[in-house]
Structure formats: C-alpha cells, structure tokens
C-alpha cells in the first residue's frame, strides 16, 4: 500500500532538475486525533453550560431539574459525535494535504493540489527563514515576501535547520566561488 509520504515524494521526485536531490518533502498535516477531541469537547461543555442556563431560566420552578435533563441529553450527543471526529481525523490522514512541500539541494518547492501549480524559489536567493513554533512539533517557516508559508508542518524545528543549513551552504559556495 501506497503512504501519503510515499506519494508526496513520488512528486516531487518528478519534479527534480538534473543533479539535484530531494532532501526532505511533506504537507500540512492534518490535526491530531488528540487536539480534534479536545477541542469537540470545549465545545460540548460550552453547549452544554449554555442549554443548561437556558433551560434553568426557561422554567422557573425547578431548574435544577431542567440544567440537569440539558447536560444529559448533551452528554448524550457528545457519546455519539465523538466517534464520528475520530473517524473524521482517521480519513483526513489517509488524503493529500491541500498543500505539499519539499526542499531540494537547490531550491524550495511548493505544490498547491487546488491551484495545480508549483511555486519554485532557489535556496540561495530566499532571504533567512522564520520558524514559528506550534504544539506537538508542528509549525510554520516563514521566508518573508519572497516565498509562500510552509505552513503547520511537522517537525518544523528539524526542516528550519536543514534550510538554514542549506543557506549557509550556498553562501559559502558563492564565496569560494
């Protein structure tokens, strides 16, 4: 069976000029299982405080019983739509990002899938790279004006390295050069 970082490297492969190696490649990933649940879950909660006060102030005369009924039947259909964001997260990652990513010897690529189009910069020319920090080793490399986002990609601390090191690479040459 074919990953999906088999075929984002199959891509890119593709796309490779003469002499020129594919050093790392992936896509925004999709959010974790973890962080889909959590969030699911604040929202339930806030849904279930917010009928719970609705249902308290809609009856007067007994609004312990009315929160009470309003936070089972929301504990109810959070049980339910539970499953269905973890099987929602589960099919997410068996697809292609939206947008793919890869850094050659050379240059930076990017594939947008909606676009069908491949944005090209070479390493040497993009001014230094911006890391924004996420959660769970997730972020965003910046080149300023001169290059899209990589956004939300995994591992961004070890890719932000590796292109900074790829800079100092090309400067280095140029001087020698």
């Known amino acids: 069976m074919t990953t999906v970082?088999?075929?984002i490297t199959q891509l890119f492969t593709a796309l490779l000029a003469p002499g020129e190696q594919l050093v790392w490649a992936g896509g925004g990933n999709?959010?974790?299982i973890r962080r889909a649940l959590l969030s699911y879950a604040r929202t339930m909660a806030g849904l279930a405080v917010a009928v719970a006060v609705l249902a308290g102030t809609s009856r007067p005369?007994?609004?312990l019983e009315s929160g009470l009924l309003?936070?089972?039947m929301m504990a109810a259909l959070g049980a339910a739509g539970a499953p269905l964001v973890v099987l929602f997260q589960m099919w997410q990652r068996t697809r292609l990002p939206e947008r793919l990513y890869a850094v050659t010897s050379h240059r930076l690529l990017l594939y947008h899938r909606g676009q069908d189009q491949v944005f090209a910069a070479l390493i040497r020319d993009l001014p230094p790279v911006i890391a924004f920090a996420g959660?769970?080793?997730r972020g965003t490399l910046s080149f300023g004006a001169a290059f899209p986002n990589f956004t939300d990609i995994a591992d961004s601390a070890t890719v932000h390295r590796l292109i900074v090191n790829l800079q100092a690479a090309h400067a280095a040459a140029r001087q020698d050069g």
Do not use: F, I, K, W
């Open 70 to 72: 309003a936070l089972l």
């Open 30 to 32: 999709p959010v974790s």
């Open 61 to 63: 005369r007994d609004p």
């Open 135 to 137: 959660t769970e080793g």
């Open 5 to 7: 970082t088999d075929r």
